[in-house]
């Protein structure tokens, strides 16, 4: 283990330790990104915080991000990309097919939703995807909630099974106690603009280190605060990465996050008379059987095929394989529709 305070407090544990020692090339010491900029990061280091030059894009160690794990050299430049533990993906919000990290070697996500605005259940289950596929563990946090005329956390409760659902109010100090003792290693805050992320990283942190801002009385809708992806201390242990908002939350290859969250549906699907069934009006649908009788909502129901269809389709565009297969059957349907056009034309 590194015989340095100096990096403890950025999560270098004996487990951390006994996983990268081996790891690390001569002449380098171990750190830890705590922000990034285009071509340098700030790292935490056993020699104190420095700043860094970080590989090209086209090197062999790129793509870091807030939370990785490095090593750096003399220079000081990192060298090299320690194997992450668990990392925050979406879908670039280029359209492109590939991924973008939030966060790395994150242990919990508070999925931060206001409480005074439009509580969007669908968001949160999208973005409870993205926490499980990321092996955190998520916690729905409702902020604001000295703000809120009404906190559905009942409903949010039920559109999150394995995970826990609380309110907290940043100003009062109402429920902190109760997240602080939840948090574990390093935690993640995700969440729309307006959501409150700085202000509850800030009274997480007991001191005002991210800027906030207020968000529009009109519409309920925030303006981007936090820029940067940053990781800091927490005061009884463990950091804190505080991120931008989220407008779009892409998934990427999350298909067992999809399962976790809607784990009460794949509990029905599993007593469906016919292991392939669509859950479209097939005899003997336990879904179906489930939305009649109020146990399942529709509206989840569609949530979780929205998930799945869209997880399906990048997945498909990730798999070349895949994608050339889904172009021919359309080509196939396109001849099918025009030969019964043509069909049809010489019948009239």
Avoid at 124 to 150: C, F, G, Y
Avoid at 274 to 289: L, S, T
Wanted: charged share 25%; glycine share 8%; with cysteine.
């Amino acid at each position: 283990m590194v015989d340095n305070d100096l990096l403890v407090p950025y999560g270098w544990t004996e487990a951390v330790a006994l996983e990268y020692t081996s790891m690390i090339e001569e002449g380098c010491i171990p750190a830890r990104v705590i922000r990034m900029d285009r071509s340098e990061c700030d790292v935490a280091t056993p020699n104190g915080v420095l700043r860094a030059r970080c590989p090209r894009a086209d090197a062999e160690v790129s793509g870091l991000c807030t939370g990785d794990w490095v090593t750096v050299d003399a220079e000081p430049a990192v060298r090299q990309l320690l194997p992450r533990r668990s990392a925050i993906m979406r879908s670039s919000v280029s359209g492109r097919s590939h991924a973008q990290v939030l966060a790395a070697n994150v242990d919990t996500v508070l999925i931060c939703t206001a409480a005074d605005g439009d509580v969007d259940l669908g968001r949160i289950e999208r973005m409870l995807a993205l926490a499980w596929e990321s092996n955190a563990q998520p916690i729905v946090v409702l902020t604001k909630a000295d703000a809120a005329v009404h906190i559905p956390i009942d409903e949010v409760q039920a559109v999150a099974p394995g995970a826990i659902a609380l309110t907290v109010s940043a100003n009062s100090g109402a429920g902190l106690d109760v997240l602080t003792a939840m948090l574990e290693g390093t935690v993640a805050l995700i969440g729309p603009s307006g959501a409150g992320k700085s202000t509850l990283a800030n009274a997480l942190l007991g001191q005002e280190v991210f800027a906030t801002n207020t968000v529009r009385a009109a519409d309920k809708k925030g303006r981007h605060t936090t820029v940067h992806r940053e990781l800091r201390p927490l005061p009884a242990g463990g950091t804190l990465i505080d991120t931008p908002g989220l407008r779009g939350v892409g998934l990427w290859d999350a298909a067992e996050g999809i399962e976790k969250t809607f784990s009460d549906i794949e509990s029905f699907a599993a007593l469906c008379r016919f292991a392939d069934c669509a859950h479209h009006g097939e005899p003997g649908c336990a879904v179906q059987e489930a939305i009649d009788s109020g146990e399942l909502t529709q509206r989840r129901f569609d949530s979780y095929q929205r998930l799945a269809k869209e997880n399906a389709w990048m997945a498909a565009r990730q798999d070349k394989r895949l994608e050339a297969e889904r172009k021919r059957a359309w080509r196939d349907i396109s001849k099918q529709q025009r030969q019964a056009y043509r069909v049809r034309g010489t019948k009239r």
